[in-house]
């Protein structure tokens, strides 16, 4: 985008103080023996990671989880100090640089944890490593059936400390747990096998937001909550506040009479004289096309129905039934807003056939963040 001061009125507004009280409540729950690694991966869940890092560091936050070595050295190129977790492994071409800047990397592959090893000796340092285990959930991991021989190599790497083993679970916010038991179940055999060949790791972690809310059990010394720490927790959890808001502006404002049509395809008929406000969103900014017929936004607080096919910039909303006559520039919020009538992000993800994550990391570079700041941490 160019470098001009916002002139557009849609903002994602992102409330520090609030991701700051919701990193507390969740400190609070596992309680001070147990860390709590922020994930910051796909830009914080959309809020910015530098941002939410800096605010997190200034509450005693002092690890945090990146997807990509990239996101990793973007919060060291700001300063950010603390334990940066590489959750999705180094990749091919990422180990020198997740050495030079001091990045933990997940390990799980054979090739990584070589050029690893390399790197770190040619750094002339040892580096501690997360290895990770797949216990059933079928992405990144260790297999079980290797996990013996994988040890056996990995013993082979004198660079590399095993600092840490974790796992990764499929679906700790379900109702039924009987899976999330079992993988469990499956971390602690794996973690007594290498225990039995002589590794000591010094941190295990398991827990993302489902399990932190859920299990109790799974906490162990360090737990990753990514979806909690924003508001949009998948259980519920009452202490924990929303920290993303989005807001726009009433662009234009139309009277139409009963049996005209509204945007691209003609969908949708006024069956009433209809007051119509444009709205300066659309795809293009994360507000999804699937939410044409579907999606509500909040005007002087009241829901009103997006109506007509979502466009790239534009979309309309049905503002007749508001009291006070809805004018250009009056606020509307597409994310947001107060009591039974909030649209949150599951409600927005409900609409669109998708899940709160896919919402928050979907508005676009082109819709301006602006980090309200904490008062004082
Ligand atoms: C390895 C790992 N840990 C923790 C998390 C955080 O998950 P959640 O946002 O569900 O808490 C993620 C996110 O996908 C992840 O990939």
Redesign the pocket.
């Given at each position: 985008m160019p470098a001009v001061r916002q002139l557009r009125p849609t903002t994602a507004h992102v409330d520090l103080a609030a991701l700051q009280a919701n990193f507390r409540a969740l400190q609070a729950r596992v309680g001070p023996k147990v860390r709590v690694?922020a994930?910051v991966?796909g830009d914080a869940?959309g809020h910015g990671a530098v941002q939410v890092a800096q605010a997190l560091e200034a509450v005693g936050g002092d690890a945090f989880?990146v997807?990509l070595v990239e996101e990793g050295a973007q919060l060291r190129d700001a300063g950010v100090r603390g334990l940066v977790l590489c959750?999705?492994g180094v990749g091919r071409h990422g180990a020198e640089e997740a050495v030079a800047r001091g990045l933990v990397p997940?390990v799980y592959d054979e090739g990584d944890a070589e050029r690893l090893d390399a790197a770190a000796r040619a750094a002339g340092r040892r580096l501690p490593v997360h290895v990770?285990i797949d216990t059933g959930m079928g992405r990144?991991g260790v297999p079980l059936a290797q996990w013996e021989r994988f040890l056996d190599r990995l013993a082979h790497f004198q660079a590399l400390d095993l600092d840490a083993m974790?796992t990764?679970f499929a679906e700790?916010?379900v109702d039924d747990d009987t899976y999330t038991r079992e993988q469990l179940r499956r971390f602690r055999q794996a973690v007594a096998g290498a225990r039995a060949r002589g590794f000591v790791p010094r941190m295990l972690h398991v827990a993302?937001?489902?399990a932190?809310l859920r299990h109790r059990e799974s906490w162990l010394d360090m737990v990753?909550?990514?979806?909690?720490?924003y508001g949009e927790p998948?259980v519920p959890a009452p202490e924990l506040r929303p920290v993303m808001r989005v807001t726009t502006d009433v662009l234009f404002v139309k009277d139409l009479p009963r049996g005209a049509s509204v945007s691209y395809g003609r969908r949708w008929v006024t069956t009433r004289p209809s007051r119509i406000a444009t709205l300066p969103v659309g795809y293009a900014d994360g507000y999804p096309r699937a939410l044409t017929g579907k999606a509500e936004v909040l005007v002087q607080g009241r829901r009103c129905p997006v109506v007509g096919t979502v466009c790239m910039d534009l979309c309309m909303a049905d503002v007749t039934d508001v009291p006070a006559p809805v004018e250009s520039g009056d606020e509307v919020v597409l994310l947001g807003g107060e009591g039974p009538d909030r649209i949150g992000a599951d409600v927005l993800a409900g609409w669109a056939g998708t899940i709160a994550?896919e919402v928050l990391c979907g508005f676009s570079e082109r819709i301006p963040r602006r980090h309200v700041p904490a008062a004082s941490a």
């Open positions: 690694l994930p991966k869940y989880g997807a959750l999705g997940v990770k990144l974790m990764h700790s916010e993302n937001s489902g932190l990753r909550p990514g979806i909690a720490l998948p994550y």
